[in-house]
């Protein structure tokens, strides 16, 4: 977006300015980060090596660990860079920049876990319909939608905050050039801006809530349905799993976005910030596959055959 102020760059104030500090976060999170990448991108690669695993839910896994991958990329790499060179400068256009693509990515995963919550209770709840339901051109369409999605609304959360004017203050109290945080530091009368924002995030976050609660209600009654324990405690586990990733993922970005800007508190936003930028695309390669037996199955496959 064209730059119409007079503010050609922004001072991100970072997570912390002790400087005592400064080392031991480095490597915290460049080990998180190391985590996140070799997690993610070796799930990515290890569906798309195994053919046995081209099914819809990997697929959507595939879809999920690049998300992962691309979306702690957005962020995390100017954070582990500036522990050490204490550079916290980032220009209007790469603000601008790192905003939508975070935006699109978060977004994409809002709407990845819908789809396999959506894949999951087609799979328990209509067995017997699961390949009839979940044909190639649906799975295709579902990805699609969510990549449409994601650019689309993002595109409205950077254009809402970017209309904004930037006078005299630049400084975001932030690590990171979040939309919430680059609105605040605005100039102008940012109320309409705020609504646009609540309203939006609103819809995409309840809407995709109350489908993947809707989809688990009906796991959960079939699962109380079923006869065989060891099935029953399997099911229960992955499910378990799931809403622990679902239930940090949404309640912080319920906590950061669904409150006007007067009642909050950045310090804390941060805090909450970093579990959903760093903590959760590491978790979910670990929650959503290192239980899997068909992915063990797979790479300990892919490991014989490169001896």
């Known amino acids: 977006m064209e730059n119409r102020t007079g503010v050609t760059q922004f001072i991100l104030m970072g997570i912390t300015n002790d400087p005592n500090l400064q080392l031991p ?153 979040d939309v919430l945080a680059v609105m605040i530091v605005s100039c102008s009368d940012r109320h309409v801006n705020e609504l646009v924002l609540i309203y939006l995030a609103s819809f995409n976050i309840f809407f995709a809530l109350i489908l993947i609660l809707i989809s688990y209600m009906f796991i959960f009654i079939n699962i109380l349905k079923m006869n065989s324990v060891a099935a029953y405690r399997k099911a229960l586990s992955t499910c378990t799993s799931h809403f622990t990733a679902v239930s940090i993922f949404y309640g912080t970005l319920i906590f950061m976005y669904l409150q006007p800007s007067s009642s909050h508190s950045m310090d804390t936003d941060k805090i909450a910030s970093i579990f959903y930028t760093m903590f959760i695309p590491m978790l979910n390669p670990m929650v959503y596959s290192l239980r899997n037996q068909e992915v063990k199955n797979a790479f300990t496959k892919i490991v014989l055959k490169s001896r």
């Not at 976060?25 to 090596?49: A, E």
């Not at 256009?93 to 693509?101: G, K, V």
């Not at 977004?107 to 087609?122: I, T």
């Open 25 to 177: 976060l480095f490597i915290i999170f460049l080990l998180i980060y190391t985590i996140t990448l070799v997690g993610n991108l070796g799930m990515f690669l290890l569906i798309l090596l195994d053919s046995q695993l081209h099914t819809p839910m990997y697929i959507f896994l595939c879809n999920l660990s690049f998300v992962d991958f691309c979306y702690s990329s957005t962020v995390t790499p100017k954070v582990i860079a500036g522990f050490l060179t204490g550079d916290k400068i980032m220009s209007y256009n790469a603000c601008a920049s790192q905003m939508f693509f975070f935006a699109t990515f978060a977004d994409l995963e809002n709407y990845f876990l819908v789809s396999m919550a959506y894949d999951r209770y087609v799979a328990v709840c209509k067995p017997l319909h699961y390949a009839a339901t979940m044909t190639t051109s649906v799975c295709t369409c579902l990805i699609i939608g969510c990549y449409i999605c994601g650019f689309l609304n993002a595109s409205i959360y950077t254009v809402d905050a970017l209309s904004l004017s930037f006078c005299e203050s630049n400084v975001v109290h932030h690590f990171f050039c």
